[in-house]
């Protein structure tokens, strides 16, 4: 089977650009629209599954709307989708609307600032296996590093209307203030856990905030502020706690580290260059445990996840 017949099996798409606005130093917000068999597929993605943008069709903004940091390599060819993972999925009739925040690092997501409303983008999706709820689950700590956000908003979403049984907590952690991939932002950035980030806030989770320089909220690691809340309620029933992270791997590591010496479930989103998302390519390879046994076995970050058990994943030991 050529890449070409694989890609129409696993879902290639058009939506259509509803907005697509700057939403921070470096983020932007896309707004897209899918209709007809695309709004069927996509009113199914599930919380952590990812889409493969295409973008090397796409203009190069002018000379004065390139980061100069990205000056160098703007026009550099893009021949590979970039995989993206929706912060928002909403069905609104026959029409499914979804969210993608991203951040403009190299010449894929500068050339997706160029879309305006009414143009068309090309992806592939729904991909990938997203998180899961298992049964009897009452509290979910939910743990974001930076660009980590998206597919835990849209999994905070899907708690809250869904499994309104669960009490859900978010950690959002990021290097400063600024690498901080919210849209909407407080007067004032409180340290401990409260509703004054709008994009937990707007589904009732209270969210605690933590930046490496202090710069906003609590200074240090996120994953301090997960660990210090698993000590301060130490009486909680852990097997009704559960996990769920998304952003770099040693942080990752760290979390899965936490849990497991707190004996909580624990589901991390992992990342690597998915070059096609359909498991062609053999580049997001990551290695696993096997139950049981001291071996290990490789799967493939674009079909086996992005969402793993933390348990599985053998983190750089």
Known sequence: MTQRDESRKKGRHTATVL??????????????????????????????????????????????????????????????????????????????????????????????????????ASLLGPLGNGFTVPHGKRTALLVVGGMGLPPIRCLAKLLSTEHKEVETIAFIGARTMAALPLEERPAAFEEGLSLSVPTFATLNVPSMVATDDGSAGRRGPVTECLARWLQENADRDREKLIVYACGPERMLEAVARIAKAKNVGCQVSME????????????????????????TVYKLCCQDGPVFDAREIVFGE
């Open 19 to 120: 907005s697509n606005v700057r939403a921070g130093e470096c983020f932007w917000k896309m707004r897209l629209r899918f209709a007809g068999e695309a709004a069927g597929a996509f009113a199914r993605f599930k919380p952590g599954q990812f889409i493969e943008f295409d973008a090397s069709d796409l203009a190069i903004p002018t000379t004065e709307d390139i980061p100069k940091a990205l000056l160098d390599g703007a026009r550099r060819s893009v021949l590979l989708r970039r995989p993206f993972s929706f912060s928002d999925v909403t069905v609104q009739g026959d029409a499914t609307i979804a969210d993608l925040l991203y951040c403009v690092v190299g010449p894929a997501s500068l050339r997706m600032t160029t879309l305006r409303a009414g143009d068309i």
């Open 272 to 295: 690597r260059h998915m070059a096609c998302g359909i498991g062609l390519c053999q580049s997001c390879a990551i290695e696993c445990r096997v139950e049981g046994s001291s071996e």
